[in-house]
């Protein structure tokens, strides 16, 4: 088992493959598609973000509302390819971490190896589960987008399955791979 | 004739919805748990063992199993002599409002898909009526995901691509979708009809009960092989590779036109959430 704090640290990072089993204790981000198109657009316009993403986690996941009681509710990762398209403006930022579930594109897993980062998965549908993980959650900003803000979570041994590493392994392909019988 | 409450069914599929989201269906689980037996890949056991743990967790602390409580689907079949005073449509939608709203429910349509703006209530709903003789009135609801819909697939084959034809379009689309769906998935499969009775069947082959078998010795067929191909393809659960990719097949037929060999092919997450009740 793989221990990963915030920051994370960029060797520790470049160490981890395909496979590998990670539980990230810290503060991570939430993000997706709303949130990372206006991230992209300040970008663009040579602004500053609202959040530090350098040597940061990312992931993937519009929760629903919060139980009384609870800091968070259930939240699971959702479909990373839709991400794609913004992942290399925020990997030039120095993001290095993004967590979500699903296959991405071949020019992403590129990227990864460009700028020395990693894909991870949390399970699809463990969303109860992984919440019990979510120790403390904010909004930091674009409260208007309601589940699809940008939250700061304070999480504990949160776990991850990493799924491209910053080295051209892909769990998927090898996976696959090895149980097909067709 | 018979008449019905609009409250009463607004009062309903409200707790239908909120039950369908924390409350995974008994057969579902079992279904889970032998997969997890069979599976062959170790990654592939911890995954689906993590997804029975979240099962179990979410229906003991009463949480929503996924956090994509999805667009509500909603199947009404309608005895004829069955009566509303009101809009039935709109009793399903307030039904519908209160669960997302006050039963901690995400809410995830937007009210046009071009400027996609949140309706903050998860309405309106999927409706879908049937009309059948007699004063019954049965109601299935399905909370269902985006992933998996977004794997789905419409295709109008021809009669010469025959069941071959069939059986390659399902296997190329699940092989594809590989993990964004959360396998093991559930395939619902129309085949017949027309371009849009294909894609309604499919979605109501994925409402039949996961341990059912088509009546149909065609379709049971059918059922059969493309759960045992499916599997071979190694996809696994989430993706990571396994044997274990599908659950089950389902598949729902109908006369068709003699040029035409319509499918639609509907996956549904291990997530497989779906309530029932007559009134």
Known sequence: MIRMTNPVDEKLVR??????????????????????????????????LPIDVKNSVIYYVGP?????????????????????PYAEPLMQQGLKVMVGKGSRSAE??????????????????????????????EVVTYEDL???AIHRLEVEDFYAIVTYDSVGNDLFEQGVKKYRKA | MRKIELAEVTAKIKDMFIDACENIPDNVLCTLKSAEKREESPLGREVIGKIVEND?????????????????????????????????????????????????????????????????????AIVHVKIVPGDSFRIDVAPKGGGSENMSVVKMLIPADGVEGIKKLVLDTVYNAGGKPCPPVIVGLGIGGNFE?????????????????????????????????INRLGVGPMGFGGTVTCLAVKVN?????????????NIQCHAARHKTCTL
């Open chain 1, 108 to 137: 992403f897993k590129q990227l990864l190896q460009k700028y020395g980062a990693v894909y991870l998965s949390a399970i699809g549908g463990a969303a109860a589960s992984i919440s019990e993980t979510i120790k403390k959650c």
């Open chain 1, 146 to 148: 309601g589940a699809e």
């Open chain 2, 56 to 124: 179990l967790l979410a229906r003991d602390k009463r949480l929503p199993i996924c956090q994509d409580t999805g667009v509500a689907v909603v199947m009404l079949t309608i005895g004829s002599e069955v009566v509303f005073e009101g809009d039935i449509y709109e009793a399903v939608n307030e039904g519908v409002r209160q669960a997302y709203t006050e039963g901690y429910l995400r809410k995830s349509v937007v009210r046009h898909p071009l400027d996609r703006v949140n309706t903050k209530d998860n309405t309106p």
């Open chain 1, 64 to 84: 629903t509302p919060a139980k009384p009681g609870r800091a968070i509710g259930s939240a699971g990762p959702t479909s990373s390819y839709r991400m794609d």
């Open chain 2, 253 to 265: 037929t109908y006369p068709c036109h003699i040029a035409s060999l319509p499918v639609a092919i």
């Open chain 2, 197 to 229: 009775k294909c894609a309604l069947m499919a979605k109501e082959a994925l409402f039949r009960e996961i341990d059912d078998h088509s009546p149909d010795p065609i379709a049971r067929k059918l059922e059969d092989e493309l759960l045992e191909e």
């Open chain 1, 15 to 48: 160490s981890l493959r395909a496979g590998d089993v990670v539980h990230i204790t810290g503060v991570i981000y939430t993000g997706r598609d709303a949130a990372h198109k206006r991230l992209c657009e300040l970008l663009k316009k040579g602004e500053p």
